[in-house]
């Protein structure tokens, strides 16, 4: 089974990688770039059958830092 984890920082959290890439944008003359997040995907491939509940662990164990991110699960197909 093939999973997507989408990790992106809460809303408020400081996102200095994001801010870089905004300015980076502007300085090649992409000035409409209002704002700028960066976030993470990780692409599982995991036995079929892995409970929802193991991929949550998986998550919140080790892909997302659950105090300053959000993730979620995508089922790819």
Known sequence: MKLRVVVTLKPG???PQGKAIQHALGS???DG???VRAGKIFELDVADGT???AVRDMCEKLLANTV????RVEHAA
Do not use: P
């Open 13 to 15: 959290v400081l996102d």
């Open 28 to 30: 090649l003359g992409f």
């Open 33 to 35: 770039v209002a704002d």
């Open 51 to 53: 409970s929802d509940e």
């Open 68 to 71: 300053i991110e959000n993730y």
